[in-house]
């Protein structure tokens, strides 16, 4: 085991998800503590399903979610599952609009899969780093505008897009909370650094929302296990 390894093993002792040395954008070295690589491939790009459903994002997060916790589905089981249960917005005239999800939707559509979880509002950034370090899995809602920062999609600035939140950034010396990491079937990038700047503006001036599972993952599933 390299000093590396053994340097993140000592800084992540008490945490309940893996922890690496890593590099952000900007090579600034931090701490990542998540299964961000092995969750990385739960993620693609939405609007892989049968009804042809394109604003599907909290349906997509919550395919990963149930990845996550070792269920095997589809997009399209999930998207069908929820069009059949009535937990879906659908248009008649534009399966591009159709798919889309409330909290509660994302939420009861995982306890339907057994993976209880419940959605939470009006929370900081320290509390969702802490649902993050404890190994649940997470959905939060977020301004995509401000995320993929393109003005065009910031509308009227609120909640308008679900990723999953599947690791945290923390600062070698200080132990500061830098970021996140996210899977964004928006955009279909997986394991994307987040600074808390964005994040904060992006999803805490929001409303904070999240979908977050009652129990935690028991095993790391990626190549940091």
Not at 35 to 43: L, Q, R, T
Request: charged share 15%.
């Amino acid at each position: 085991m390299s000093d590396d390894s053994l340097d993140a093993h000592e800084m992540g002792a008490g945490m309940d998800v893996p922890a690496r040395l890593d590099a952000l954008p900007d090579g600034r070295r931090s701490l990542m503590l998540g299964d961000v690589p092995g969750y990385a491939a739960f993620n693609h790009r939405q609007g892989d399903n049968p009804e042809h459903f394109q604003a599907d994002c909290g349906l997509v997060s919550v395919q990963d979610v149930l990845r996550q916790f070792g269920a095997h589905v589809s997009e399209g089981d999930v998207v069908t599952h929820a069009l059949q249960l009535g937990e879906c917005h659908v248009d008649p005239a534009a399966a591009s609009e159709s798919g889309g999800t409330l909290p509660s939707q994302d939420a009861r559509i995982l306890t339907e899969y057994g993976v209880p979880a419940q959605v939470k509002s009006g929370q900081t950034l320290a509390q969702l780093a802490a649902q993050v370090e404890h190994g649940h899995g997470v959905i939060i809602g977020v301004n995509c505008g401000v995320l993929w920062q393109v003005p065009g999609s910031v509308g009227d600035g609120s909640v308008n897009h679900a990723v999953t939140a599947t690791g945290v950034a923390v600062d070698l010396e200080s132990g500061n909370l830098q970021g996140f990491y996210i899977n964004d079937s928006g955009n279909g990038k997986s394991a994307e650094f987040v600074s808390g700047v964005i994040m904060r503006v992006a999803w805490q001036d929001t409303g904070g929302w999240s979908v977050v599972t009652d129990g935690v993952h028991l095993d790391p599933v990626g190549p940091s296990a």
